[in-house]
């Protein structure tokens, strides 16, 4: 195991962040951290990288403590904070030169250059670091992280406020980046998760409330789906749940309803029944995977 974090819990003052928190991240996965705002996401990766000491558990990289050996686990793990602090004075290049520093490397000017073009920073080098798109900060911020050549990346909602375009450059970068390390990102886009990770931990209020495969949680968010639909005329609640494999039904203006299904059955025959024998039309129906939050909802039911 690259991480094996036991037992850590968290408290700021009376505020618990984390609550006896116990996962592994196997070695060369990509591992999504899902949760929503103020799970304890970021508090765990402060934990693991050592900027943040645990309240009481620990963590393992790569067998060295996060309490005993943090110098080896900071050699052996590289950051990515949430927001991407960045010094915006600073050249691109001077810049990255100052982070190969602080981690004493040699043959710095080399290990500038190769970052450079791993994360796609050529054609903006020579800028200063405010003048950059975030996009390109991202990659000033993953070439930070990855310019001692850690084993493991943990990466803070690297994607988070960037335009579809840089989401996807993103994406693929850290997919790319991925494929030789152990990866651990943040994030609240289950697009993300399903696109990069073969393991998802989901966390909620300082707990871990599912740590899956990604093939896993696919099964969860395919059983749960929501359905909007329209019929042509007033139906009524009743009438809606009466309807088996139906779990809530809400009426959310005119004669839209937003339907949950209780279990894997596929509603849309069944509501296209339910039309015909009630004698309306179906004008319109869609269905949506269960957002992040929603699964969160039922998750902690
Ligand atoms: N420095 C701090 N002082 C007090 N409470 C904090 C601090 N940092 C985070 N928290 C609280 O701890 C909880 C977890 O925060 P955080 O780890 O930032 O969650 P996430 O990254 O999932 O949004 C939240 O309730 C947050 O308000
Ligand atoms: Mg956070």
């Known amino acids: 195991m690259s991480v094996k974090v036991s037992n850590i819990t968290k408290n700021y003052g009376k505020q618990l962040a984390l609550d006896q928190v116990s996962v592994e991240i196997p070695t060369g996965e990509i591992v999504g951290l899902l949760g929503p705002n103020g799970a304890g996401k970021s508090t765990l990766m402060k934990i693991i ?72 920073l050529g054609p903006e080098q020579h800028k200063l670091i405010g003048q950059l798109s975030k996009g390109y900060r991202q990659r000033v911020g993953i070439a930070q992280a990855l310019i001692h050549d850690p084993s493991v990346l943990i990466l803070d909602e690297p994607t988070s406020g960037l335009d579809p375009n840089q989401l996807l450059e993103i994406r693929s970068l850290i997919k790319e ?9 943040s994030t609240h886009i289950m697009q993300e998760v399903e696109a990069l990770c073969s ?48 779990q809530t039904a809400k009426l959310t203006s005119g004669n839209l309803w937003e339907i949950t299904s209780a279990t894997e059955i596929d509603l849309r025959p069944i509501l ?30």
């Open 49 to 120: 990288t050592c900027f943040l000491p645990p309240t009481s558990g620990t963590v393992l990289v790569n067998d060295f403590d996060i309490n005993e050996n943090p110098v080896e686990v900071r050699r052996l793990v590289g950051y990515l904070p949430e927001n991407n602090p960045l010094y915006t004075e600073m050249y691109v290049k001077e810049y990255l030169k100052f982070t190969a520093g602080l981690h004493k490397l040699d043959n710095i000017p080399a290990k500038v250059s190769r970052m450079i073009e791993l994360t796609g």
């Open 177 to 185: 980046v991925g494929a030789k390390k152990t990866v651990l990102f």
């Open 199 to 246: 393991r998802v931990i989901i966390i909620n209020k300082g707990k871990v409330i599912a740590n899956e495969a990604t093939a896993n949680l696919n099964n969860l968010v395919r059983d749960k789906s929501i359905y909007h639909v329209e019929f042509s005329a007033p139906v009524t609640k009743q009438e809606l749940q009466k309807l088996g494999g139906l």
């Open 272 to 301: 296209f029944d339910f039309a015909v024998k009630n004698k309306v039309t179906i004008l319109s129906m869609q269905r949506d995977q269960q957002s992040v939050e929603q699964i969160f909802q039922w998750l902690t039911k």
